[in-house]
């Protein structure tokens, strides 16, 4: 209102305000700068409170995501806690059965659409209307299996909160580390067992080991699963 609207000749009425920038002598013009000074404050304040209820409920364990992930469906109890998907969980368990067996992703990626079957996008799309954007992927990728082998949802457990705006003025989004992710384990019904789990990390590792080892010259020590559930709540 001080710089940019001058700049470019915009007038600015605020009619609850009783604020006209045409007539900058008016008492409400006057008082602006408090009345800024305040808003900022209670925008800043109000932004905090939804931040602490958000975590609040993820510690609860309710599931406040928009849309379930792939294999699940959201629940109707109070906690919207993930129910299996009949029709998709079966595609989960092949996807995790395959990289165990030593497919690739990008492999498991092309049989998925030589065979027709609806990637997740597609899916929540036609099942339950959710938008299709553009420049999303409409076909299973090598991205979207690497993301479901990573996911300890298909274990039965909750994280939540890994990713948060810059600030309640820049609404960019950013991932979180892990450390400061909300993850309430055994919440709902597994689709993957822990054994299935523990082969598919014990390749992901391997290869990932592999890659170091060509990069760098040298080996280094195998780190644990950061998921082993040591505690109901982290």
């Not at 800024?36 to 304040?45: D, M, S």
């Not at 109000?46 to 975590?55: E, G, H, P, Q």
């Not at 909300?182 to 391997?206: C, G, M």
Request: aromatic share 10%.
């Amino acid at each position: 209102m001080d710089y940019v609207f001058p700049a470019f000749g915009i007038r600015f009425i605020a009619i609850q305000d009783n604020v006209d920038t045409e007539n900058r002598d008016s008492n409400a013009m006057e008082m602006m700068p408090i009345m800024n000074v305040f808003n900022e404050w209670h925008a800043a304040n109000t932004s905090k409170k939804i931040r602490a209820v958000k975590r609040s409920n993820a510690l609860a364990g309710i599931y406040s995501a928009a849309k379930v992930v792939y294999g699940y469906l959201k629940g109707t109890d109070k906690k919207h806690t993930p129910v299996i998907d009949e029709e998709t969980a079966p595609v989960v368990v092949r996807i995790f059965e395959m990289y165990a067996s030593g497919l690739s992703a990008k492999k498991i990626a092309e049989i998925l659409n030589e065979e027709g079957i609806i990637c997740p996008r597609r899916y929540a799309f036609e099942k339950f209307g959710h938008e299709l954007r553009s420049g999303e992927h409409h076909i299973w990728c090598l991205s979207t299996i690497n993301t479901m082998l990573r996911n300890i949802v298909y274990l039965g457990h909750m994280p939540q909160l890994m990713s948060s705006s810059v600030s309640y003025k820049n609404h960019k989004r950013y991932k979180k580390d892990k450390s400061e992710w909300v993850i309430v384990y055994n919440t709902h019904e597994p689709i993957i067992s822990q054994e299935l789990w523990d082969k598919v990390e014990a390749r992901r590792n391997s290869l990932a080991q592999g890659r170091k080892t060509l990069k760098t010259g040298f080996t280094l020590p195998c780190q644990a699963s950061l998921f082993a559930p040591t505690a109901a709540v982290k």
